[in-house]
């Protein structure tokens, strides 16, 4: 598949979570510093990564479903396979499926598949007469020829990995292992290197995030992590990508007075249900939850909080799905990601009672996302007429024309028209509603 004279392309595609993505752009790195140009989309490449995911019986599906593609599309490349669904589905079922190489999640999983990827890619450019690609070329990818310069505004850094909170209805235990976490030097590292390669806001990520450092000989908690990155690095913008309810301290909460960490935090809700919460083996109640949320909105002005909830599980009644519904309106997310109940081989929830009818799980899906929009479109419209810092990310083709799209400190997506702003920060005047967003004008502080 490679021609002599130009770079190699690998494509890197990526299916599932934020950790997901840190792991891609760890291996896109790799494959760059071996002499690939690295693109994030399906097309005809002389490489393939595909990272996928399991958390749920359709995201194993898509995973299937894209690593066929890529061996119909390509099918003398190089086709690599990670991230959550082989250690589910087995490596050889995985296999079977077109991928020439099945590795886990770890680093050294991730070494291997680049090694892979660049030792095939030599062997096939010593091939005579091989045919050359008639799509992508090297000069095309992200970067252009060189493919080191990123396109990307945001990156995303894994200073964890597994978990040993064993909740019901998750198989993310069995396929990212045990807890291990990255010590702060290494991510101060990444977030660094990030920032010298143009990037403006950093997300860091983990399986189970507020784990981080209690596997340390002298453990340690995610507010040591945080305030490590600030006092070492100079980056614009920080995440961290999600937590929960008993990660919520004052020390942690402290480190949102340093306006560059951006003011949104993810707590991971799945019921509003006491006697549901329980069933489901986590780790805070409703009451919990909520007390929590409030410490937050007390502590970080015009926060966004985001959650994930699961419709459905083992014995839901209408009663605990109510209970759901009633805390989500308390709290008042601004998004709620939504899920149906997903009935997960080797969890204890996939041999409970009381599994509730697909029926009902999606009647209550639907009425999760409804009112995901009412509380997102009014948590919108609080912020009209406010000033707030956007990070401008692309350009985007919209029904009235071309717009620049970005967002918030507190992650609200932004439109606006104008002259290119990719990259950089600015102030802007928030306006109605507008798409999955709002409108948005440029400003001073």
């Not at 997960?344 to 009112?371: H, I, N, Y």
Request: proline residues 5%; positive net charge.
């Amino acid at each position: 598949m490679v021609r002599m004279g130009r770079r190699p392309v690998a494509a890197v595609l990526t299916l599932g979570c934020k950790l997901n993505l840190a792991d891609s752009e760890e291996i896109a790195r790799g494959l760059r510093e071996r002499g690939f140009d690295v693109v994030d989309r399906l097309c005809e490449a002389d490489a393939y990564v595909v990272n996928t995911c399991s958390v749920t019986h359709i995201a194993d599906r898509k995973s299937r479903g894209l690593i066929r593609s890529v061996r119909r599309m390509a099918p003398g490349a190089a086709v690599t396979v990670t991230g959550c669904h082989p250690q589910s589905a087995g490596f050889e079922a995985v296999r079977a499926l077109g991928a020439d190489l099945v590795v886990g999640t770890r680093d050294a999983d991730k070494a291997e598949l680049v090694e892979f990827l660049a030792t095939r890619t030599q062997e096939d450019r010593s091939k005579p007469g091989v045919a050359p690609l008639t799509g992508v070329r090297g000069s095309d990818a992200p970067g252009g020829p060189s493919g080191e310069a990123r396109m990307h505004t945001r990156a995303f850094i894994k200073a964890q990995e597994g978990c040993h909170d064993v909740c019901a209805f998750c198989i993310v235990p069995r396929t990212r292992g045990r807890e291990e976490s990255r010590g702060i030097e290494r991510v101060v590292a990444e977030v660094r290197r990030a920032v010298d390669e143009g990037v403006r806001e950093v997300v860091i990520t983990g399986t189970q995030l507020g784990a981080w450092g209690r596997d340390f000989e002298a453990p340690l908690k995610p507010h040591h992590l945080i305030a490590g990155v600030l006092e070492e690095t100079d980056v614009s913008r920080l995440r961290f990508s999600s937590l929960q309810p008993q990660d919520i301290s004052p020390e942690l909460l402290s480190l949102w007075s340093d306006p560059r960490v951006m003011p949104h935090f993810h707590l991971a809700l799945q019921s509003g249900s006491e006697r549901t919460l329980s069933r489901m083996r986590r780790r805070y109640t409703a009451g919990e939850f909520l007390r929590a949320a409030e410490r937050i909105r007390a502590a970080v002005p015009a926060v966004a909080i985001t959650t994930d909830v699961i419709a459905g599980f083992p014995g839901e009644t209408a009663e605990d799905f109510a209970e759901t519904l009633a805390l989500c309106e308390a709290v008042g997310f601004a998004r709620i990601h939504a899920f149906p109940y997903s009935q997960r081989m080797r969890t204890a929830a996939a041999g409970m009672p009381g599994q509730v009818a697909s029926d009902v799980r999606r009647e209550r899906m639907a009425r999760l996302l409804a009112l995901g929009e009412t509380l997102s479109r009014e948590f919108r419209g609080q912020l009209s007429g406010t000033v707030r810092p956007v990070l401008w990310e692309k350009e985007q083709q919209m029904a009235e024309g071309p717009r620049w799209f970005g967002h918030t400190d507190n992650y609200v997506g932004v439109y606006t028209k104008g002259a290119a702003f990719h990259n950089r920060i600015t102030p802007v005047r928030l306006g109605t509603l507008y798409d999955d967003g709002v409108s948005g004008a440029l400003a001073a502080w």
